[in-house]
């Protein structure tokens, strides 16, 4: 038998929070706790006019095998009795985020599925995909890597231009996204560090974490309303250019060691670079925005953009990227950067409250959730010596450890052909090409 219940009492449920809404089942169901989105909202507010309802599903994707309900008693009893919120997360929930930037190199798309590992709450990169940037006069295929797919050497987003995403899985689903154009672009002024022993307090080791904020000044236009978001990327020596755990490297490949090295011998081996490298390690953590709404047309002086944990102990290069972005953009960073908190990272749990501006052209029933974002952008590098920091680096890389001329291992080397040398392999996580500003112009501390 279907539940009636009171549209008044319905309305006045949805207008507790703009991102959480309400649907009812059958009382005895187990109470969860979901976000939805303002698209959803409004789909469910035109359920709700027809009073009566037992349960809602909801078609977010061609992966999505089942939904997620909410049940909150109150509109069944007249008590409430605190309960502890349980969570009940989508798997196979699909996430899209891109960026068309003016800064070469800060243009990409990341296509993730969720999934539920032993209670965890994972997001995990989606691969195989076709992804392209299409504009008036120019189709750019991006370049698949380990958890983006990236802008080809080169590409960066001209002043006036409108961009619009467009993916197709390998099944032949399709996705786009409504066309933004770039907005004007705000210069970085100055930039400078400051190091702070409780950057930020990790809850799953209890302990805060050391790092650098890192700060920047700039002067924000008066004529119209600029909003902003703070990314960053950074460069350090490579300790080693290959691994192989529970195995050597032979012609390229990690062979395995099994039978050769007992339960207590070395678990790995590294491989020195055979020429200069730096890793490049991107902004996972954090997100960042700024809107000039009580600044507007007034100098920004030492406004913290990003902040850099103490991943390790070497010297570092940083890339602070401003970018301008349109009003609907902020709006939708705000919500993401609320949904995650300030320790969850952005594997946390993904609410969907994040419908932006995709679209599924043969399915215009699909609610998807991500966005894609036109965006102007100014960076500035800057120089950091971390060797002789105070606390501890928040992980480290593993301590060399080198084959030598008779160890027991499978395809003995001769003496002379140690040590083994690996390539620098160029690419979006490593190169061998030296960082502009690396090691220098250290009086000032920063680079444009």
Same mark, same amino acid.
């Given at each position: 038998?279907?539940?009636? *219940?009171?549209?008044?009492?319905?309305?006045?449920?949805?207008?507790?929070?703009?991102?959480?809404? !309400?649907?009812?089942?059958?009382p005895?169901?187990?109470?969860?706790?979901?976000?939805?989105?303002?698209?959803?909202?409004?789909l469910?507010?035109?359920?709700?006019?027809?009073?009566?309802?037992?349960?809602?599903? !909801?078609?977010?994707?061609?992966l999505?095998?089942?939904?997620?309900?909410?049940?909150?008693?109150?509109?069944?009893?007249?008590?409430i009795?605190?309960?502890?919120p349980?969570?009940?997360?989508?798997?196979d929930?699909?996430?899209?985020?891109?960026m068309a930037?003016?800064?070469?190199?800060?243009s990409?798309?990341k296509?993730?599925?969720?999934?539920?590992?032993?209670?965890?709450?994972k997001?995990?990169?989606f691969?195989?995909?076709?992804?392209?940037?299409?504009?008036?006069?120019?189709?750019?295929?991006l370049?698949?890597?380990?958890?983006?797919?990236?802008?080809?050497?080169?590409f960066?987003?001209?002043?006036?231009?409108?961009?619009e995403?467009?993916?197709?899985f390998?099944?032949?689903?399709?996705?786009?996204?409504?066309?933004?154009?770039?907005?004007?672009?705000?210069?970085?002024?100055?930039?400078?560090s400051?190091?702070d022993?409780?950057?930020?307090?990790?809850?799953?080791?209890?302990?805060?974490?050391?790092?650098?904020?890192?700060?920047?000044?700039?002067?924000?236009?008066?004529?119209?309303?600029?909003?902003?978001?703070?990314?960053?990327?950074?460069?350090?020596?490579?300790?080693?250019?290959?691994?192989c755990?529970?195995?050597?490297?032979?012609?390229?490949?990690?062979?395995?060691?099994?039978?050769y090295?007992?339960?207590?011998?070395?678990?790995?081996?590294?491989?020195?670079?055979?020429s200069?490298?730096?890793?490049i390690?991107?902004?996972?953590?954090?997100?960042?925005?700024?809107?000039?709404e009580?600044?507007?047309?007034?100098?920004?002086?030492?406004?913290?953009?990003?902040e850099?944990?103490?991943?390790?102990?070497?010297n570092?290069?940083?890339?602070?990227?401003?970018?301008?972005?349109?009003?609907?953009?902020?709006?939708?960073?705000?919500?993401l950067?609320?949904?995650?908190?300030?320790?969850?990272g !952005?594997?946390?749990?993904?609410p969907?409250?994040?419908?932006?501006?995709?679209?599924?052209?043969?399915?215009e029933?699909?609610?998807?959730?991500g966005?894609?974002?036109?965006?102007s952008?100014?960076?500035?590098?800057?120089? *950091?010596?971390?060797n002789? !920091?105070?606390?501890?680096?928040?992980?480290?890389?593993?301590?060399?450890?080198?084959?030598?001329?008779?160890?027991?291992?499978?395809?003995?080397?001769?003496?002379?052909?140690?040590?083994?040398?690996?390539?620098?392999?160029?690419?979006?996580?490593?190169?061998?090409?030296?960082?502009?500003?690396?090691?220098s112009?250290?009086?000032?501390?920063?680079?444009n």
């Open positions: 038998m279907s539940k009636i *219940i009171n549209l008044t009492i319905i309305k006045k449920a949805l207008t507790l929070s703009e991102s959480m809404i !309400l649907l009812v089942v059958p005895g169901s187990k109470p969860v706790k979901y976000s939805l989105l303002h698209k959803t909202r409004h469910l507010v035109n359920v709700f006019k027809t009073h009566t309802f037992n349960r809602l599903y !909801l078609k977010t994707s061609n999505i095998k089942r939904i997620l309900i909410v049940i909150f008693s109150f509109l069944f009893t007249t008590c009795e605190p309960i502890a349980e969570f009940d997360f989508l798997e929930l699909l996430f899209i985020e891109g930037s003016s800064i070469e190199g800060a990409y798309v296509v993730r599925i969720g999934s539920n590992e032993s209670g965890y709450y997001t995990g990169f691969s195989n995909c076709l992804v392209e940037l299409i504009s008036d006069n120019r189709v750019v295929k370049i698949e890597g380990l958890d983006r797919y990236y802008a080809p050497l080169g960066k987003v001209l002043q006036g231009e409108s961009w995403l467009k993916i197709i390998p099944d032949g689903t399709e996705y786009r996204s409504y066309p933004e154009t770039m907005p004007d672009e705000v210069l970085i002024k100055d930039i400078k400051e190091y022993l409780q950057l930020s307090y990790d809850n799953r080791t209890n302990r805060y974490i050391p790092g650098h904020k890192i700060l920047i000044s700039f002067d924000d236009p008066i004529e119209k309303e600029n909003f902003y978001y703070y990314d960053y990327k950074t460069y350090e020596d490579a300790p080693y250019c290959d691994y755990y529970k195995g050597v490297l032979r012609d390229g490949e990690c062979i395995s060691t099994s039978g090295i007992s339960t207590y011998g070395p678990q790995y081996f590294t491989y020195a670079c055979f200069d490298c730096w890793n390690r991107f902004n996972n953590e954090s997100i960042s925005i700024f809107s000039d009580f600044t507007n047309g007034k100098p920004v002086n030492n406004l913290v953009a990003v850099i944990p103490l991943y390790s102990k070497r570092i290069l940083v890339k602070v990227q401003k970018f301008n972005v349109s009003y609907e953009a902020h709006r939708y960073l705000k919500s950067k609320d949904a995650i908190g300030n320790n969850s !952005l594997n946390a749990p993904l969907s409250v994040l419908i932006g501006n995709l679209y599924n052209p043969n399915d029933d699909e609610i998807i959730m966005r894609f974002t036109v965006a952008g100014s960076s500035k590098s800057i120089y *950091i010596r971390r002789n !920091l105070a606390g501890n680096a928040v992980s480290e890389y593993e301590q060399n450890r080198y084959e030598t001329f008779g160890n027991n291992l499978p395809q003995p080397l001769c003496a002379t052909c140690y040590p083994i040398y690996a390539p620098c392999e160029e690419g979006l996580y490593r190169t061998s090409i030296k960082p502009e500003g690396w090691n112009n250290m009086d000032r501390g920063f680079i």
